[in-house]
């Protein structure tokens, strides 16, 4: 059972900064990519940044700047560090990752975490 466990979210003042994580576990022969992803109340799920197994990083328009996605191996974990966080940045994150596993390209999503922006 391949799992991903985050943390990270809370309340935070508009100007503040949280960073989230995410850990992998479970069988995976290898990872094709990593990413955040946001869902704020009646909207759909976007994108908000992912990086390659090859370190390859994109980031939604609206938070380049201010997010930075990274990773540490070693620790099977990937973080968004959010800084100068905005009202409009309230929302779910769900962790994301795509992965290789007995020849098959799968997909898994995190419990989601709750970012509140608000003074």
């Known amino acids: 059972q391949v799992q991903l466990v985050e943390s990270g979210g809370g309340l935070v003042q508009p100007g503040g900064s949280l960073r989230l994580s995410c850990a992998a576990s479970g069988s995976i022969w290898s990872i094709n990519s990593r990413g955040w992803y946001c869902q704020a109340s009646g909207k759909q799920r976007e994108l908000v940044a992912a990086?390659?197994?090859?370190?390859?990083?994109n980031y939604a328009d609206s938070v380049k700047g201010r997010f930075t996605i990274s990773r540490d191996n070693a620790k099977n974990t990937v973080y968004l560090q959010m800084n100068s966080l905005k009202p409009e940045d309230t929302a779910v994150y769900y962790c994301k990752m795509s992965y290789r596993y007995q020849f098959k390209l799968l997909e898994v999503w995190g419990q989601g975490t709750l970012v509140t922006v608000s003074s």
């Open positions: 990086i390659t197994s090859g370190g390859s990083i």
